[in-house]
């Protein structure tokens, strides 16, 4: 049997290459994987932890999705909203139950994001288990993992393992995997600090549906230094560096390869227009036409949803059975 793999997205902000290359073009390459059975949930519900503008919530959602499938996501995947499948909350709550308040406030996310804050919402400190319930829900197996969210993971399984010990085998216990080492971009206005979608004023940050012209003038205008030859020196020349990184990755070459063809910012700049230009422009178009027809992308969403949802239902009927709650037929 293929292996169950799920894996989710915060719709927290416009995709950009960085997530390209270290999230979606791994992505792609395990769905299209015929050992792999792969689950993908946009996790809007996840973005309620703190403020946020629900018009924009509900477009990000939806852009997300659709980003997702201009890139090159087959429908197959199972790709659904996970606010659509309430299977994970009502488990998250039997997580909740499970789990202790230490375990949540040692959480290294929770810290940063309430640090200095006065107040903070609650499913600020509970999401882990919200978390967990997604994983668990469909009896995944692997779970694609980077260090940032490895501590939630290792929450999960332990979870897993505490619920089972206690109220008899019910879930199947996740393990992680991490994906293939990608190039880790930073932003173009300030290379020592990363690439993010959030978080910035956008002015360094290549985003998928980024237009030409616009690529142009954020890579125009990207910090390098004026030395007429090129060098890969992330510490002393990280503008140059960054650059490079950015077109090696695109082409399939190392950085100091990319450099050994090239001499001056300028030459280096035009070249990582190009590639970043060709790369996103069937992005673009797929994701003009799906734009155009919205119909399709719920149709999708819908059937991911439906393929997925009985799984998650069974799972958290067992849950019920398991902690003791009393089911009337």
Known sequence: MPTRVFTGLKPTGSLQLGNYLGAIRPLLDLASDPGADVVVCVADLHALTVEHDSELLRARTRELATTLLACGLDPSARLFVQSTVPAHTELAHLLECTATYGEMTRMVQFKEKSAGRDSIRLSLLTYPALMAADILAHDTEVVPVGEDQRQHLELTTALARRFNSRYGETFVVPRGSTPPATA??????????????????????????????????????????????????????????????????????????????????????????????????????????????????????????????????????????????????
């Open 184 to 329: 880790r971009l930073k932003d173009l206005r300030d290379p020592r600090s990363k690439m993010g979608k959030t978080g910035s004023d956008g002015a360094g940050v290549l985003f998928l549906l980024d237009d030409p012209d616009t690529v142009a003038a954020k890579v125009r205008r990207a910090v390098t230094d004026g030395e007429p030859s090129l060098t890969f020196d992330p510490e002393a020349r990280p503008g140059v560096a960054n650059l490079a990184t950015v077109l090696g990755a695109l082409t399939a070459r190392s950085p100091v390869e990319v450099l050994e063809e090239l001499r001056g910012s300028g030459a280096l700049k035009a070249a990582v227009t190009d590639a970043v230009v060709a790369a996103l422009a069937p992005v673009r178009r797929r994701y003009a036409e799906l734009e155009a027809d919205p119909a399709e992308v719920d149709r999708v969403l819908r059937e991911g949803r439906d393929a997925v949802a009985p799984l998650a239902v069974a799972t958290t009927a067992r849950a019920r059975e398991a902690i003791g709650l009393l089911g009337v037929a």
